[in-house]
């Protein structure tokens, strides 16, 4: 029942990174990186951080929650493989461009995975 959860979690979450990314790439077609995908990893970045360390801290939340939706939403929602191949793929013809890219996704992503922490521990910076 658990890879249920896990793969019913999983479904939406790779569902709704395409949408997202693909509104988000095509409204910012003249950027200089593609801000769907940064979009996507920095919001599950964010989520991710702020429901495990919520459910850690103080607040009971259920296995199969964590399960549907950490695991199986947010794991399909952010997306690591695209990242490295978008970086590498704008890296071969841009090398600058692409370390924008890399740049801004590592660092954004950790930025709000770590507010996410704060905030699921109940402290505000």
Known sequence: ???????????LGAVSRYVISKFIN???????????????????SFLLSFLMFLSIS?????????????????????TFSTFAYEFLSIFLT?????TVYFIANIFLGFFAAILGMFLGRGRIL
Not at 31 to 41: E, H, K, L, R, Y
């Open 94 to 98: 841009q090398p600058l461009r692409a």
């Open 58 to 78: 103080k607040t009971d939340i259920s296995q199969t929650f964590i399960l549907f939706f950490g695991t199986g939403f947010l794991g399909a929602f952010t």
């Open 26 to 44: 095509s409204s910012f077609s003249f950027s200089f990186v593609p801000w769907g995908t940064i979009f996507v990893n920095v919001v599950g």
């Open 1 to 11: 029942m658990k890879s249920l959860y896990v793969a019913f979690g999983g479904a």
